[in-house]
């Protein structure tokens, strides 16, 4: 609590008004769960997305375009956070409602990517594993997902990698207790789909993003996938607040 409000209470104050105070500031506090805190002197919108480099991957398998600055709202660009959580450094913990994701590194920080979450993406909540990794996938869509979309019965088989399949230029697929969640997360070259929920899809990260994340993780890694009673809650379920370093 500021020092000014403090005398406020001790000195002549009433008792009502110290009541008022607590209270404000115990909101504040409790409101600082997975938003972004505004930080003095924190590092200008240009210099974090320079660092993100979000220029063309021409040596990629499938050359993947550079992503424009008027194409991505600027708090979903990659960087590093302050975030202060239970959860191990190597840890995954997706917030689909805040559109981010988070990897836990040490010393109180994570790397924090902006997403789009499809609608298999709210469908599927807890701690799983990453089972498997894989560059430029294959994509078959569910057989829930042909029948809402007669179109795709064609990609029954499977849809060849590139950029117009829908995982994108790679995909971490999560497994819980060894059986697959059908919950993956993956590359998309849609930048503007960032920040969304989308019609379909699980978890999707500009594909200059999961390339990133991709290296970083390897397989057996841990991811957390808040639930919405979860992200109402997040400092309490995942001990977790994030404010963007310098």
């Not at 000014?4 to 009433?14: D, M, P, Q, V």
């Not at 499977?158 to 060894?178: D, E, T």
Request: some cysteine; proline content about 6%.
């Amino acid at each position: 609590m500021p020092a000014e409000n403090a005398r406020l209470c001790a000195g002549s104050a009433t008792a009502l008004k110290c009541i008022a105070l607590f209270v404000s500031f115990f909101l504040t506090a409790c409101n600082q769960t997975t938003s972004l805190l505004s930080v003095s002197g924190e590092a200008s919108a240009s210099e974090i997305r320079a660092g993100a480099n979000y220029g063309a991957r021409p040596n990629e398998e499938y050359s993947v375009p550079a992503v424009a600055a008027d194409e991505l709202d600027p708090k979903y660009v990659r960087q590093r956070v302050r975030y202060s959580t239970l959860h191990p450094a190597g840890t995954i913990v997706v917030d689909p409602d805040a559109k981010f994701l988070y990897l836990v590194m040490e010393g109180g920080a994570a790397l924090r990517y902006g997403i789009g979450v499809g609608r298999e993406g709210f469908g599927w909540s807890g701690e799983a594993k990453i089972a498997r990794k894989a560059r430029w996938p294959n994509w078959t869509p569910p057989a829930e997902m042909i029948r809402r979309q007669p179109a795709l019965e064609r990609y029954r088989r499977g849809m060849q990698p590139g950029l117009g399949n829908p995982l994108g230029a790679r995909a971490l697929y999560l497994f819980q207790n060894g059986r697959d969640t059908l919950y993956r997360i993956h590359g998309t070259n849609e930048p503007w789909s960032i920040g969304q929920n989308v019609s379909s899809g699980c978890i999707r990260l500009l594909n200059h993003d999961v390339i990133d994340l991709f290296g970083r993780v390897p397989v057996g890694s841990s991811v957390v996938v808040l639930s919405h009673r979860k992200i109402a809650n997040a400092a309490l379920d995942a001990g977790a607040s994030d404010e963007r370093l310098q």
